[in-house]
């Protein structure tokens, strides 16, 4: 919340972050050339067998459970959290709850103002999936991650944003008074502060539309960043370069995608140089029936103008509010999508989905990539670390830089299996990261 006591969001208001985590926790439960006999039995294993890949035919199987590594503590915790939330009866009134708390005027329910309302949602939910409130929490957070084997954390900050009609309709009009620039300042120091926080080789999340509504109504009418806007963006990427960290840019409304898209190949354009890892990362929504075509589209510009892709592939977040025609008719094609990209982008070979430029483009090598698989299914992690572990066993020249992402407080299991999988795969170590936001209990 800024100085003026408003949010901005992408189009409609949403269950504040904790809600919409505890909502997530109910939701759980390649045609290509072969670049060599290895890399081609290991996309084949992955597209047609009926049975994903096991530890155990990745000969890297953990000698204990994965969930081993976690404490006691945290882990009846999480018990407790997922069984609550698994049932319809509890959930349903405790979002509503939530978001009675996230949007009221009393005192009494601010969780900043309201000590015993703080403490008690700060030692269950806020203990689990957030990072803290300042910069001796966020550390102490970070450094128990990487003390189980975690590589990093993907940090983002956990204020929201609420854009409304009239909002949108003063917008049209132009009338971006003094409040919406302090907007962008306020977006610009919460960002910069935490780039601050994260460690050299982790991640930063970010949401273009908190900065504000004059910014969304740029990305909705797919302009430019106005100039106040552009240097904010500079300064924290340029802050992330010096750090070693990379910027990954969240996907957000259908509405405002190809806004975003645009300004996220500028800024890869500016920082991801070829030959060194990438600093910004756009994000690809497989659940989209456009994202095979806007990737390959990516692909190719990226192999013309000479910079690193960064791709953070997930499944998709905006079911409830995209229009319905724009996804696949199906969870399994999803899946398949998914895991088809995931594969194209490891081998670095085209399929049926990732598709060559144009037909005079069998010169041109498959421009260099850095993939970010954020997901919980557990089927899509070891299809893309067995093909990992078979390209690297081979000696293939084409690896890329792969990371792997979840939520903090979710798919647990899918984290600690690659951690364990390092120490047992004979040198190769999956990097697994956590995403967590952080902030006050109120924000």
């Given amino acids: 919340m800024n100085s003026s006591g408003r949010f901005f969001s992408p189009l409609q208001p949403r269950l504040n972050l904790a809600g919409r985590l505890l909502r997530s926790c109910l939701c759980r439960s390649l045609h290509t050339n072969p670049v060599d006999q290895v890399a081609k039995k290991a996309l084949a294993t992955n597209r047609d067998s009926s049975s994903p890949p096991t530890f155990s035919s990745l000969e890297c199987k953990p000698s204990n459970a994965p969930l081993s590594l976690l404490p006691l503590g945290f882990l009846l915790r999480s018990y ?42 700060k030692k269950t939910l806020y203990a689990h999936f957030c990072a803290g409130e300042n910069l001796e929490e966020v550390r102490r957070k970070s450094c ?16 929201e944003f609420v854009l409304n009609h009239d909002d949108m309709l003063k917008g049209d009009r132009g009338e971006f008074n003094l409040t919406l620039q302090e907007d962008v300042e306020n977006w610009k120091r919460s960002n910069l502060e935490t780039v601050r926080l994260v460690d050299e080789g982790g991640f930063v999340a970010l949401k273009l539309t ?41 996907a957000e409304h259908h509405s405002l995608q190809a806004g975003i898209d645009n300004w996220s190949l500028r800024l890869q354009k500016a920082f991801n140089s070829k030959g060194s890892k990438a600093i910004i990362y756009g994000t690809y929504q497989a659940y989209l029936r456009s994202t095979p075509k806007t990737l390959s589209e990516h692909l190719s510009l990226a192999d013309r103008e000479g910079f690193v892709l960064g791709v953070k592939l997930v499944r998709g977040a905006y079911l409830g509010s995209d229009p319905r025609h724009l996804f696949w008719g199906s969870k399994l094609e999803t899946d398949d999508v998914y895991d088809d990209i995931a594969s194209a982008l490891l081998l670095g070979e085209y399929s ?19 993939l970010l698989l954020a997901t919980h299914n557990h089927a899509s992690v070891l299809k893309a670390l067995k093909i990992q572990l078979d390209l690297l066993k081979s000696g293939h020249e084409h690896i890329i830089e792969l990371s792997y992402g979840q939520l903090a407080g979710m798919a647990d299991e899918v984290g600690c299996e690659l951690i364990m999988a390092g120490r047992t795969s004979g040198g190769m170590k999956p990097k697994a990261y956590k995403y967590l936001p952080w902030g006050s209990v109120g924000e």
């Fill in 80 to 121: 407790l959290i997922a069984s609550l939330s698994s049932s319809p009866r509890v959930l349903t009134p405790s979002l509503r709850l939530l978001s009675i708390v996230a949007y009221s005027s009393s005192r009494f329910l601010d969780p900043n103002k309201n000590p015993l309302l703080r403490y008690a949602l």
């Fill in 144 to 159: 128990d991650l990487k003390a189980l084997g975690y590589s990093g954390v993907i940090l983002g900050h956990g204020r």
């Fill in 210 to 250: 908190g900065a504000g509504l004059q910014t969304t109504h740029h990305l909705a009418r797919r302009a430019p960043p106005s100039e106040q806007i552009d240097k904010a963006l500079t300064e924290i990427c340029n802050l992330a370069k010096g750090k070693g960290v990379s910027i990954l840019i969240d």
């Fill in 352 to 370: 049926d989905m990732v598709k060559r430029p144009g037909p005079n483009s069998q010169m041109h090598p498959f421009p260099p990539v850095n």
